[in-house]
Protein backbone atom coordinates (compact mmCIF):
# COMPACT_ATOMS: atom_id res chain seq x y z
CA UNK A 1 0.00 0.00 0.00
CA UNK A 2 1.52 3.39 -1.17
CA UNK A 3 1.00 6.40 0.50
CA UNK A 4 2.40 9.63 -0.32
CA UNK A 5 4.94 7.47 -2.63
CA UNK A 6 6.07 5.25 0.29
CA UNK A 7 4.79 1.60 -0.19
CA UNK A 8 4.01 1.01 4.31
CA UNK A 9 3.39 -2.81 3.69
CA UNK A 10 6.81 -3.00 2.48
CA UNK A 11 8.42 -0.46 4.86
CA UNK A 12 7.02 -2.64 7.94
CA UNK A 13 7.25 -5.98 7.00
CA UNK A 14 11.08 -5.35 5.97
CA UNK A 15 12.30 -3.49 8.77
CA UNK A 16 9.86 -4.09 11.44
CA UNK A 17 9.45 -2.04 14.32
CA UNK A 18 12.11 -0.21 13.60
CA UNK A 19 10.44 1.34 10.85
CA UNK A 20 7.46 2.27 13.17
CA UNK A 21 10.28 3.43 15.86
CA UNK A 22 12.12 5.74 12.96
CA UNK A 23 8.88 7.32 11.40
CA UNK A 24 6.96 7.76 14.66
CA UNK A 25 9.92 9.87 15.43
CA UNK A 26 10.67 12.25 12.83
CA UNK A 27 6.77 12.36 12.79
CA UNK A 28 6.67 13.89 16.18
CA UNK A 29 9.04 16.06 16.35
CA UNK A 30 10.15 18.09 13.25
CA UNK A 31 8.78 16.55 9.90
CA UNK A 32 4.53 17.31 10.04
CA UNK A 33 3.74 15.72 6.53
CA UNK A 34 4.72 11.82 7.69
CA UNK A 35 1.49 9.00 7.81
CA UNK A 36 1.60 8.27 11.05
CA UNK A 37 -1.91 7.07 11.49
CA UNK A 38 -1.75 5.11 8.52
CA UNK A 39 1.25 3.40 9.16
CA UNK A 40 0.21 2.29 12.57
CA UNK A 41 -2.85 0.94 10.58
CA UNK A 42 -1.28 -0.91 8.50
CA UNK A 43 0.89 -2.53 11.26
CA UNK A 44 -1.90 -3.44 12.61
CA UNK A 45 -3.52 -5.14 9.45
CA UNK A 46 0.40 -7.20 9.18
CA UNK A 47 -0.08 -7.89 12.44
CA UNK A 48 -3.34 -9.30 11.88
CA UNK A 49 -1.61 -11.43 9.64
CA UNK A 50 1.24 -12.39 11.78
CA UNK A 51 3.69 -11.00 9.78
CA UNK A 52 5.12 -8.36 12.62
CA UNK A 53 4.29 -8.82 16.42
CA UNK A 54 1.93 -6.61 17.78
CA UNK A 55 3.08 -5.64 21.31
CA UNK A 56 6.79 -5.13 20.17
CA UNK A 57 5.88 -3.09 17.52
CA UNK A 58 3.40 -0.92 20.06
CA UNK A 59 6.69 -1.01 22.23
CA UNK A 60 9.11 0.75 19.30
CA UNK A 61 6.27 3.03 18.33
CA UNK A 62 5.89 4.33 22.09
CA UNK A 63 9.18 5.11 22.88
CA UNK A 64 9.48 6.55 18.67
CA UNK A 65 6.74 8.75 19.56
CA UNK A 66 7.90 9.92 22.97
CA UNK A 67 11.67 10.47 22.31
CA UNK A 68 10.55 12.87 19.18
CA UNK A 69 8.09 14.87 21.00
CA UNK A 70 10.89 15.37 24.13
CA UNK A 71 13.23 16.49 20.89
CA UNK A 72 10.40 18.87 19.87
CA UNK A 73 9.95 20.05 22.95
CA UNK A 74 13.31 20.89 24.01
CA UNK A 75 13.55 22.67 20.68
CA UNK A 76 10.98 24.40 21.42
CA UNK A 77 12.39 25.53 25.02
CA UNK A 78 15.66 26.24 23.46
CA UNK A 79 15.02 28.37 20.31
CA UNK A 80 11.76 29.88 20.98
CA UNK A 81 12.38 32.72 23.81
CA UNK A 82 15.40 33.80 21.89
CA UNK A 83 13.78 34.30 18.60
CA UNK A 84 10.86 35.74 20.02
CA UNK A 85 13.16 37.84 22.33
CA UNK A 86 14.16 39.71 19.25
CA UNK A 87 10.35 41.48 18.52
CA UNK A 88 10.96 41.93 14.95
CA UNK A 89 8.39 39.91 13.02
CA UNK A 90 4.84 40.07 13.58
CA UNK A 91 4.57 35.73 14.04
CA UNK A 92 7.44 36.25 16.67
CA UNK A 93 6.71 39.26 19.04
CA UNK A 94 6.89 38.86 23.03
CA UNK A 95 3.06 39.27 22.88
CA UNK A 96 2.76 35.73 21.15
CA UNK A 97 5.15 33.87 23.88
CA UNK A 98 3.11 35.40 26.32
CA UNK A 99 -0.37 34.20 24.95
CA UNK A 100 1.36 30.69 24.33
CA UNK A 101 2.94 30.39 28.33
CA UNK A 102 -0.65 31.44 29.13
CA UNK A 103 -2.46 28.92 26.70
CA UNK A 104 -0.17 25.55 28.48
CA UNK A 105 -0.59 26.44 31.74
CA UNK A 106 -4.44 26.05 31.36
CA UNK A 107 -4.42 23.38 28.29
CA UNK A 108 -1.32 21.96 28.25
CA UNK A 109 -1.90 18.33 29.84
CA UNK A 110 -4.88 18.58 27.33
CA UNK A 111 -2.94 19.77 24.60
CA UNK A 112 -0.48 17.51 24.63
CA UNK A 113 -2.98 14.40 24.53
CA UNK A 114 -5.45 15.49 21.83
CA UNK A 115 -2.51 16.86 19.70
CA UNK A 116 -1.24 13.22 19.43
CA UNK A 117 -4.73 11.85 17.10
CA UNK A 118 -4.45 15.11 15.08
CA UNK A 119 -2.14 14.75 12.35
CA UNK A 120 0.94 17.90 11.50
CA UNK A 121 -0.61 19.10 15.42
CA UNK A 122 1.17 16.42 17.02
CA UNK A 123 4.48 17.71 15.78
CA UNK A 124 3.80 21.36 16.52
CA UNK A 125 2.25 20.93 19.95
CA UNK A 126 5.26 19.98 21.45
CA UNK A 127 7.15 22.90 20.28
CA UNK A 128 4.89 25.03 21.49
CA UNK A 129 5.13 23.03 24.77
CA UNK A 130 8.68 24.11 25.33
CA UNK A 131 7.67 27.72 23.70
CA UNK A 132 5.06 28.16 26.32
CA UNK A 133 7.65 26.53 28.87
CA UNK A 134 4.89 24.02 30.13
CA UNK A 135 6.49 22.08 33.20
CA UNK A 136 8.76 19.34 31.61
CA UNK A 137 6.93 16.81 34.21
CA UNK A 138 3.91 16.85 33.35
CA UNK A 139 4.20 17.22 29.42
CA UNK A 140 5.96 13.90 29.65
CA UNK A 141 3.03 12.19 31.49
CA UNK A 142 0.87 13.29 29.46
CA UNK A 143 3.15 12.82 26.27
CA UNK A 144 3.53 9.03 27.28
CA UNK A 145 -0.32 8.36 28.33
CA UNK A 146 -1.41 10.33 24.94
CA UNK A 147 1.03 8.56 22.60
CA UNK A 148 0.33 5.01 24.45
CA UNK A 149 -3.48 5.68 23.97
CA UNK A 150 -2.99 6.69 20.42
CA UNK A 151 -0.45 3.44 19.54
CA UNK A 152 -3.43 1.10 20.52
CA UNK A 153 -6.19 2.85 19.18
CA UNK A 154 -4.81 3.01 16.17
CA UNK A 155 -2.63 -0.39 15.41
CA UNK A 156 -5.60 -2.62 17.68
CA UNK A 157 -8.29 -0.50 14.84
CA UNK A 158 -6.12 -2.25 12.42
CA UNK A 159 -5.40 -5.45 13.57
CA UNK A 160 -9.20 -6.05 14.29
CA UNK A 161 -10.32 -4.75 10.86
CA UNK A 162 -7.28 -7.03 9.51
CA UNK A 163 -8.69 -10.14 11.13
CA UNK A 164 -12.42 -9.38 10.27
CA UNK A 165 -12.58 -8.46 7.17
CA UNK A 166 -11.53 -10.67 3.97
CA UNK A 167 -9.02 -9.02 1.75
CA UNK A 168 -9.22 -5.68 3.48
CA UNK A 169 -6.24 -4.76 1.60
CA UNK A 170 -8.77 -3.92 -1.27
CA UNK A 171 -10.56 -1.39 0.95
CA UNK A 172 -7.26 0.41 3.24
CA UNK A 173 -7.12 3.54 1.15
CA UNK A 174 -11.05 4.62 2.28
CA UNK A 175 -10.52 3.05 5.37
CA UNK A 176 -7.32 4.68 5.91
CA UNK A 177 -9.08 8.03 4.86
CA UNK A 178 -12.04 7.89 6.90
CA UNK A 179 -9.09 7.08 9.97
CA UNK A 180 -7.27 10.24 9.19
CA UNK A 181 -10.96 12.34 9.12
CA UNK A 182 -11.71 10.98 12.45
CA UNK A 183 -8.58 11.78 13.94
CA UNK A 184 -9.27 15.60 13.10
CA UNK A 185 -12.65 15.21 15.50
CA UNK A 186 -11.05 15.84 19.20
CA UNK A 187 -9.19 18.47 17.98
CA UNK A 188 -12.51 20.30 16.34
CA UNK A 189 -14.40 19.52 19.36
CA UNK A 190 -11.46 20.78 21.64
CA UNK A 191 -11.33 24.23 19.51
CA UNK A 192 -15.24 24.94 18.78
CA UNK A 193 -15.88 24.02 22.96
CA UNK A 194 -12.63 26.93 23.86
CA UNK A 195 -14.43 28.92 21.12
CA UNK A 196 -17.74 29.01 23.31
CA UNK A 197 -15.98 29.51 26.45
Do not use: C
Amino acid sequence: MHLFGIDLTELIVHYGPLAVFVILFAESSLIFFLPGDSLLFVAGILAAQHLIGFWPTILFGLVGAVLGNNFGYFIGKKFGPPLFSLNRWYLFKREHIDKVQKYYERYGPLTVVLARFIPGIRTLAPIAAGIGSMNYTTFFIYNVGGAATWLVLIMATGFTLGRTIPNIDHYILPIIGAVIVVSFIPGLIAYLRQRKN
